[in-house]
């Protein structure tokens, strides 16, 4: 076969660079199933101190609010339930609103839920991409070395050959490993921030409704 002018270079370095590339990829495992093992002691912190509202909660909330037009009577309402704490720092900012017009109010709710959805996206984005690329990088430090092993089967250095398996077989396994952790933690959380969101965006709803019912309320009994 004729070799094509330049292959040979051309084939040195990516030979070079994908056996440069093997000490990152196995530091990046290293580092994503650290990460996945952090990430999955947090997600079980925080499944024993999170605060599940039911939907039964929500309701009594709901119907609380509904009664007392003013701010004051809402903002007790809010306080004195068992939503997290976050969710009543929102509602109470809203019921402090009652001097805004309406389209105001609702700008600003819905870039308070939106600041919420965020930070919910902040929680789970680093174990998706530990997910996406945990596969990847232990599927790359498996081809890696499996080169050069060839290479010395070749040659008949079987010792060469063996060490180059175990370390493909080791990122592999690291690699499905870190990702699968991090898969199940993100599913999770994030059917938690779903959960949350959601519970979120009915209270705030309501918040609006009554308060706006509220202020065409006052303006009808002005005159």
Not at 169 to 191: C, E, M, P, Q
Request: aromatic share 4%; charged share 20%; glycine share 8%.
């Amino acid at each position: 076969m004729v070799a094509v002018p330049g292959s040979e270079m051309l084939g040195s370095i990516l030979h070079v660079i994908s056996l440069s590339l093997l000490i990152p990829v196995i530091v990046g495992l290293l580092a994503f199933m650290a990460y996945a093992i952090i990430s999955f002691g947090g997600m079980i912190s925080e499944y024993s101190s999170r605060i599940k509202t039911t939907p039964k909660e929500i309701e009594d909330i709901i119907k609380q609010i509904s009664h007392p037009p003013t701010s004051e009577q809402i903002m007790a309402v809010v306080e004195k339930s068992g939503i997290p704490q976050g969710q009543k720092n929102i509602l109470i900012d809203l019921a402090n609103t009652q001097d805004m017009p309406d389209a105001s109010r609702e700008a600003l709710a819905r870039k308070l839920v939106e600041n919420e959805e965020i930070k919910a996206m902040k929680g789970i984005e680093k174990t998706d991409i530990v997910t996406r690329l945990g596969p990847t990088l232990g599927l790359m430090g498996t081809l890696i070395p499996m080169g050069p092993g060839l290479a010395a089967l070749g040659s008949g250095d079987i010792n060469t050959l063996a060490q180059a398996i175990i370390i493909a077989f080791d990122t592999t396994v690291v690699g499905l490993a870190a990702g699968g952790i991090a898969y199940v933690v993100s599913k999770i959380r994030r059917r938690w921030y779903e959960e949350y969101i959601s519970n979120l965006d009915t209270l705030v709803d309501s918040v609006l409704e009554v308060m706006k019912h509220g202020a065409k309320t006052q303006t009808t009994n002005a005159f």
